[in-house]
């Protein structure tokens, strides 16, 4: 089993930017497929992002193509979220999240282990 611990969530005006961290540690990173995903108030939680084990193949929910960037460095065992162009509908808890069945996943589903969230709140 692989653990999880987000950081780098925080409050920032629209049109800011914010980059969270994934750190894992247990089983071997690299052998993960990984992602992000948020949830809103009063809202199911949603894929923002996934990336495969080695990080040659992403995915994005429409609404943050262009705008986020998901990598990872398996050296330091660490997964990233670069989001720009914040907007007040990006505020959520967003949730790292390890698979290590599927390439690249993007259904809830298809992931094994979780992270505890990180919250971001974007002021409009």
């Known amino acids: 089993q692989v653990n999880l611990v987000e950081s780098g969530g925080g409050l920032v005006q629209a049109g800011g930017s914010l980059r969270l961290s994934c750190a894992a540690s247990?089983?071997?990173?690299?052998?993960?497929?990984m992602g992000w995903f948020r949830q809103a108030p009063g809202k199911e939680r949603e894929f923002v992002a996934a990336?495969?084990?080695?990080?040659?193949?992403?995915a994005y929910a429409d609404s943050m193509k262009g705008r986020f960037t998901i990598s990872r460095d398996n050296a330091k065992t660490t997964m990233y979220l670069q989001m720009n162009s914040l907007r007040p509908a990006d505020t959520a808890v967003y949730y790292c999240?390890?698979?290590?069945?599927?390439?690249?996943?993007?259904?809830?589903?298809?992931?094994?282990?979780w992270g505890q969230g990180t919250q971001v709140t974007v002021s409009s």
């Open positions: 999240a390890a698979s290590s069945t599927y390439y690249r996943p993007t259904s809830e589903r298809q992931y094994d282990a």
């Open positions: 247990g089983r071997t990173f690299s052998s993960y497929a």
């Open positions: 990336i495969s084990w080695r990080g040659g193949n992403t």
